[in-house]
């Protein structure tokens, strides 16, 4: 007797056991409260409440089987105590595989599954909490870059004004130069007009004027050719006497052209004591030797590289103001938050390429055998509607051979460091870089953190 009553209890206990209503979720108990009839939650169908959970799929919707795989696209809600609910296929249910980290879908298996929820559970914390620590931190870095922009923005206004102002001191000083330039041009001109009117052998060289000299034309310049020519700058209307002649010639009575250039030559190219008759001054051929045109010729080079250097300096100064134009035309955040990473470079090296990151300029790939190419300039912020500034585009990087222009799109992710974390290429010529800083860190991630489910 003692023994049935004993089994009776076991009996009654394992069918209550396969009664019970697994697989639900709170929320959805209420549709299982054990009652003579079930209904259908999708309203379909009234079942007997024994006809729940026995293995049988009677309601279209699945729902009378929330704790078995009979159904077809049934849910099984592992409710996961200690970490994340979630539902999984009710096929899932008694495969011999873990799904509910509480064990719950293999409750008539031969699967020895363990609860892990709670260890679980602990890793998601500490994560949230370490993501959360990140959080405040990369807050507060960015509060401080918030605030060095706002000088780095001042800093960067005064450096235009100092560079316009160059600008136009150097526009003050180009003109000037522009006058003396041109003065100095025509004092040259002028001079070397002068020279000429007096200078009829202009450009003569020093065959040329032995030539002059030798009348007839023999190669020699005798005693009588001199005296026929050649005069004495003081005194233009005297002949030369024949020993005057003769000293000119050296001491000779004639001479050829290598001579010529020992002697008389250098005499009249000194200018100050004879010269060729009809002629004024020294024998223009050597008018670059005459010091007036010298001198001239010298002001005229010396104002020419003057104007040049101010003119090269004026041009390096207006590059620099439109560069920093453009610049300053940058939308660098709502709090100019990512001002600072304006002339500044990261660099990540992915198995054989490094890639360089240089923010608001372009990005670059540098292969091991040193060639770099372009993954795309500056483009736009290409972020989500809610928060523009988490994606920078970089276009129109170089062709890629038999496929489109090199792009990158660059995600920023908040962190407490400023660092390229990853380059991948998803699709060929397509790369995608994160880039983690603490100015991506939005106080609103914070808020979805401590309202996390956990
Ligand atoms: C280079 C690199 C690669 C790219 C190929 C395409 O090797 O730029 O990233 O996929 O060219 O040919």
Not at 91 to 117: F, K, P, T
Not at 410 to 418: D, H, S
Request: glycine share 6%; proline share 3%.
């Amino acid at each position: 007797m003692r023994r049935h009553i004993i089994m009776a209890v076991v009996f009654w206990s394992v069918c209550v056991d396969s009664r019970k209503i697994r697989g639900i979720s709170l929320s959805y108990k209420r549709f299982y409260r054990e009652r003579k009839s079930f209904l259908c939650i999708d309203g379909s169908k009234m079942i007997p409440f024994e006809q729940v959970n026995d293995d049988y799929c009677d309601c279209e919707d699945g729902s009378d089987e929330p704790g078995t795989a009979a159904c077809p696209g049934g849910r099984f809600y592992c409710s996961n105590l200690g970490f994340r609910p979630h539902y999984i296929p009710s096929s899932r249910v008694n495969d011999g595989i873990c799904d509910c980290c509480d064990a719950s879908d293999e409750y008539n298996s031969h699967a020895h599954c363990q609860n892990s929820c709670r260890n679980l559970g602990q890793r998601e914390r500490a994560d949230v909490e370490g993501q959360m620590r990140t959080l405040d931190e990369g807050l507060r870095l960015k509060q401080q870059l918030i605030e060095e922009g706002v000088l780095l923005w001042r800093e960067k206004q005064a450096q235009l004004r100092d560079l316009q102002q160059v600008a136009e001191d150097l526009q003050i000083k180009l003109e000037e130069h522009r006058r003396r330039k041109h003065e100095a041009d025509r004092l040259k001109e002028q001079t070397l007009k002068a020279g000429d009117r007096g200078h009829r052998h202009q450009n003569r060289t020093v065959t040329s004027i032995f030539q002059i000299l030798d009348s007839n034309k023999d190669g020699r310049i005798t005693v009588n050719e001199v005296q026929a020519k050649v005069a004495f700058i003081q005194d233009e209307e005297r002949s030369l006497s024949e020993d005057e002649a003769v000293a000119l010639l050296g001491g000779g009575h004639e001479m050829d052209l290598s001579m010529f250039q020992l002697t008389l030559w250098d005499s009249l190219r000194a200018g100050d004591s004879v010269k060729i008759k009809g002629t004024y001054g020294v024998p223009a051929s050597l008018a670059d030797e005459d010091p007036n045109i010298e001198a001239a010729e010298r002001d005229a080079v010396r104002e020419d590289t003057d104007l040049k250097k101010v003119e090269e300096a004026y041009e390096t100064v207006n590059m620099e103001i439109s560069d920093l134009r453009n610049k300053l035309t940058i939308d660098y955040g709502t709090d100019r938050e990512f001002l600072f990473l304006n002339s500044q470079c990261y660099q990540l090296k992915v198995y054989e390429y490094t890639y360089t990151l240089c923010p608001f300029n372009q990005v670059t790939q540098k292969s091991a055998v040193g060639t770099e190419v372009s993954l795309g300039k500056w483009g736009t912020w290409a972020g989500t509607p809610e928060n523009q500034y988490s994606r920078m585009r970089y276009e129109s990087g170089e062709p890629c051979w038999q496929g489109p222009t090199r792009n990158t799109m660059v995600t920023l992710t908040c962190g407490t460091e400023t660092a390229l974390r990853s380059v991948k290429e998803p699709s060929k010529c397509q790369y995608i870089v994160d880039f983690q800083t603490p100015v991506a860190c939005q106080p609103v991630l914070k808020q979805q953190g401590i309202h996390s489910e956990l």
